[in-house]
């Protein structure tokens, strides 16, 4: 539709014209903002916890542990230099402490979204898979934060009352 | 012919040349959601008329919901 819209505008006489080709799909699944009556608000990047811990590949698991129990996290990422997902460490992993490397230890490719997921659909899934939570990832894989279940329900309440 | 461009180009464009964000999706969708900063002027009104409140002399981008 944005390329009709565009060569319309120069049969106008508008003479710089430009096409945002991947539209706003593209803008919310980069986390980037969105207004609207179901802007930003109703969406899982909003009310993510952007402080979930990360490691490398090439971390050793007893180290990610040690860190894991100083901050209260039960799970870590597992990301490259560009914070694209590459694995996960679970809570059963975690309580291992094996002397691997992150990389033996991961379940690898995890389940994401996107920060433009519409909450009430986000939540619905979580209580169908008995999931707590789920990693929030640009469209290019990076991880931005993680969405708790119990946040997303609480968000959905407030927005609903 | 109309230049594509991706994100970046197009926050470049909103910051530093004082572009007008166009969303040419349908009024109902518009109000859903939308860009910060952007109006709506849906393709099927997109005529001389409608394009009066544009100004000719600053960049004009236009988005829909994707590539479709």
């Known amino acids: ?161 | 012919m109309p230049t594509a461009i991706d994100r970046h180009e197009l926050q470049r464009l909103l910051a530093d040349e004082q572009a007008q964000l166009i969303e040419v999706l349908p009024e109902a969708e518009f109000a859903d959601e939308h860009l910060p900063g952007a109006i709506n002027i849906p393709l099927k009104q997109l005529d001389r008329e409608s394009a009066v409140r544009l100004d000719r002399a600053d960049p004009v981008i236009v988005y829909c919901h994707d590539t479709q």
Request: hydrophobic share 35%; glycine share 10%; with cysteine.
């Open chain 1, 1 to 161: 539709m944005s390329p009709r819209a565009a060569s319309r505008l120069e049969s106008i006489g508008f003479e710089r014209v430009y096409d945002y080709v991947a539209g706003k799909a593209d803008w919310g699944s980069a986390g980037l903002p969105l207004e609207g009556v179901n802007g930003s608000e109703t969406r899982a990047g909003t009310h993510l916890r952007a402080d979930v811990p990360t490691c490398g590949l090439d971390d050793r698991l007893q180290t990610v542990c040690e860190q894991l129990e100083k901050s209260g996290w039960d799970t870590c990422f597992v990301v490259d230099d560009r914070r694209v997902v590459l694995g996960r460490l679970g809570r059963h992993v975690i309580r291992t402490k094996e002397n691997v490397l992150a990389e033996e230890a991961m379940t690898p490719g995890p389940s994401t979204i996107r920060p433009s997921a519409r909450l009430a659909d986000v939540v619905e899934r979580m209580r169908r898979q008995s999931l707590t939570n789920l990693p929030v990832t640009t469209s290019e894989g990076r991880l931005m934060g993680l969405l708790m279940r119990g946040d997303a329900e609480r968000a959905l309440e407030r927005l609903s009352s």
